[in-house]
T-cell receptor, first 115, second 112 residues
């Protein structure tokens, strides 16, 4: 399977704990995106990387959130001191950034539940 | 700010008939539009896209129409099949930034 993969698929944590999610993009893709999706809504943009550089962050990404893509391949999204409002599906997508038509391909997501 | 809107949360059609899913946007800077399909417990799957230089793009049973003056696009599925039952998201982006915006989705149910 050469699609976008995410790990873990599900995470249940207690409020105040830190969690980290991993995303492995399609191998030749240079852009990697993180989104958050809550029930009844479409995905909301959080941040994106071009190779290893983090080029944009949404205002949704509070100081408790940090993302890295150290070697321009896989990426991690860490949430510190989780809150119940962080419960959501976290989606990763990747693309080849062939502008202006930049088609993003999504992974299966990590569902986070904060108790 | 809801820059991409899908005003119909659900749509039900009979197998073999046409499904028409609608999407409106407000940002005139959007120049690339996509439709994604999502099954439960899976990530969105890319379905079809259209650039703002076109008004129609067709791929098999799926056709996307873009009306720039009305800031409206639609996805036509014909003939509809039960396997098409899923949530469909409309998305839009601008080549000036990489902030892709999604609608809230329309749940399509195709009845046998």
């Amino acid at each position: 399977d050469t699609g976008v993969s995410q790990d873990p698929r599900h995470k249940i944590t207690k409020r105040g704990q830190n969690v980290t999610f991993r995303c492995d993009p399609i191998s030749e893709h240079n852009r990697l995106y993180w989104y958050r999706q809550t029930l009844g809504q479409g995905p909301e943009f959080l941040t994106y990387f071009q190779n290893e550089a983090q080029l944009e962050k949404s205002r949704l990404l509070s100081d408790r959130f940090s993302a890295e893509r150290p070697k321009g391949s896989f990426s991690t999204l860490e949430i510190q001191r989780t809150e119940q409002g962080d419960s959501a599906m976290y989606l990763c997508a990747s693309s080849l950034a062939v502008l202006p038509t930049d088609t993003q391909y999504f992974g299966p997501g990590t569902r986070l539940t904060v108790l | 700010d809801q820059q991409v809107k899908q005003n119909s949360p659900s749509l039900s059609v009979q197998e073999g008939r046409i499904s028409i899913l609608n999407c409106d946007y407000t940002n005139s800077m959007f120049d690339y539009f996509l439709w994604y399909k999502k099954y439960p417990a899976e990530g969105p799957t890319f379905l079809i896209s259209i650039s703002s230089i076109k008004d129609k793009n067709e791929d098999g049973r799926f056709t996307v129409f873009l009306n720039k003056s009305a800031k409206h696009l639609s996805l036509h599925i014909v003939p509809s099949q039960p396997g098409d039952s899923a949530v469909y998201f409309c998305a839009a982006s601008s080549s000036n930034n990489n902030d892709m915006r999604f609608g809230a989705g329309t749940r399509l149910t195709v009845k046998p």
